[in-house]
């Protein structure tokens, strides 16, 4: 069975500018969640999607958004890009939502870096 | 807030035992996962908790103990390939699937 994949691998903008990640999960996987992870925060949670709604949001500002699509295939969109948001941006789907012994398995993330 | 503490970096010797400590404070707690991270890859799964007490899987082991907000991972016969970054990650709330994740601990394994 695949893994999560994410494309693109690699993604280089300038301030500003807007950027789409894409995210697909493992078969059969519902839940999609995204993280920025950065060497001076670490892994922080970004937002959560299952049957195409938004469950979770963590503590990012607006220009943070995101959306599941009825294959569970997810996306997420920053606008407006600043230097900050330089960051590793991972993908992680899960069978459901919070099962009792559920796991979040990552895809190998996004390089996004804002010159 | 949410909080989760866990040493910086730790070295340990190729066959040698080595314990990694994380101490959490989170509301909502829904479990509590240790995943690996080698330098430029993604995280790769390593255990789940969500009762107190021991999980063993192979060489690998997790440790809980939710009364003290603690958990460890307990790595034996350590090998060269387990110099990695160690994430403690604890699931905040019912019916949420977002991970709270301490910094890491990076585990060198020397010869």
């Known amino acids: 069975k695949a893994g999560v994949t994410q494309t693109p691998r690699y993604l280089i903008k300038t301030r500003g500018q807007q950027v789409t990640l894409s995210c697909s999960p493992i078969?059969?996987?519902?839940?999609v969640s995204w993280y920025q992870q950065t060497p001076g925060q670490g892994l922080q949670f970004l937002f959560e999607y299952f049957s195409e709604t938004q469950r979770n949001k963590g503590n990012f500002p607006g220009r943070f958004s995101g959306r599941q699509f009825s294959n569970s295939r997810s996306e997420m969109n920053v606008s407006t890009l600043e230097l900050g948001d330089s960051a590793l941006y991972l993908c992680?789907?899960?069978?459901?939502?919070?099962?009792?012994?559920?796991?979040?398995?990552f895809g190998p993330g996004t390089r996004l870096t804002v010159l | 807030g949410q909080n989760i503490d866990q040493p910086t970096e730790m070295t340990a010797t190729e066959g040698a035992i080595v314990q990694i400590n994380c101490t959490y404070q989170?509301?909502?707690?829904?479990?509590l996962f240790w995943y690996q991270q080698h330098a430029g890859e993604a995280p790769t799964f390593l255990s789940y908790n969500v009762l107190d007490g021991l999980e063993e899987k192979g060489r690998f082991s997790s440790f809980l103990s939710r009364s003290k907000g603690y958990s460890y991972l307990l790595l034996k016969e350590l090998q060269m390939k387990d110099s990695a970054s160690y994430l403690c990650a604890v699931r905040i709330g019912a019916g949420a699937n977002n991970l709270f994740f301490g910094t890491g601990t990076r585990l060198t394994v020397i010869p």
């Open positions: 989170t509301s909502g707690f829904n479990g």
């Open positions: 992680a789907s899960s069978l459901v939502p919070s099962g009792s012994t559920d796991t979040q398995y």
């Open positions: 078969s059969g996987h519902r839940s």
